[in-house]
């Protein structure tokens, strides 16, 4: 199966200090994407990612960058938090070209004070 | 720009009671077509995909959809629930791109509640 681990599930933070999520697949899979979740929202893409230093913007990407030094690891990087960052986020990889499902990690529950 | 919309927020249904949850959706082309289920705090479990042929697909946990492209939609059925089943269900669509893959758009989830 397939195993995408987020380093930390719930994480509290303060408001202007730069925060880092990890996400690992175990899948040598090509496709990683960083979303977040809110109620009444779904999920929404912040960015994705085909290729080792490649990244795209997804829908929502304003106060968010990523980097991928590594084929199986993705970070999502806030730059500055602020409370509106407050928010499930969820890493999922896939392999391939487009159509192939993507496979979830648990997430992490960010809280920004 | 694909879109999905699952009209329905809630929906209540007696254990053993049968089950439908709608999506529709909007692309121009033939999709690529997920339904996701997310358990209170885990992530995202694939429960079933549509790329192409036959246009009812089985998945895991006794679910099934059917793909009817007249209707641009992608309901998800179960004939008997389980208070197993109670939680988050999620529609995805994805986009038949021509270079890696992009990332799906979903739906805004439908809150499944099993009463005994």
């Known amino acids: 199966d397939v195993k995408v681990t987020q380093s930390s599930r719930y994480l509290v933070k303060r408001t202007g200090e730069k925060v880092f999520l990890e996400c690992v697949q175990d899948?040598?899979?090509?496709?990683m994407f960083w979303y977040r979740q809110d109620p009444g929202l779904g999920l929404r893409l912040i960015y994705f990612?085909?290729?080792?230093?490649?990244?795209e913007k997804g829908d929502i990407p304003e106060g968010y960058s990523v980097s991928r030094e590594k084929k199986e690891r993705f970070s999502l990087i806030l730059e500055s938090a602020s409370t509106n960052q407050t928010s499930m986020y969820l890493c999922?990889?896939?392999?391939?070209?487009?159509?192939?499902?993507?496979?979830f990690g648990d997430g992490t529950r960010l809280s920004i004070l | 720009a694909q879109s999905v919309t699952q009209p329905d927020i809630h929906i209540t249904v007696s254990e053993g009671a049968s089950l439908e949850l709608r999506c529709n959706y909007s692309?121009?082309?033939?999709?690529?077509l997920f339904w996701y289920v997310q358990s209170p705090g885990q992530g995202l479990q694939l429960l079933l995909k549509y790329f192409s042929g036959d246009t009812l697909v089985q998945g895991i946990k006794g679910f099934e959809a059917e793909f009817k492209r007249s209707q641009s939609s992608f309901n998800l059925r179960k004939p008997s629930v389980h208070w197993s089943d109670a939680a988050e269900y999620f529609c995805a669509v994805g986009a038949h791109s021509g270079g890696g893959a992009d990332g799906l758009t979903f739906g805004k989830g439908t809150h499944l509640i099993i009463q005994p």
């Open positions: 999922a990889s896939s392999g391939g070209t487009g159509g192939q499902p993507q496979h």
């Open positions: 692309y121009g082309a033939t999709p690529y």
């Open positions: 899948m040598d899979h090509e496709n």
């Open positions: 990612s085909y290729d080792v230093k490649m990244k």
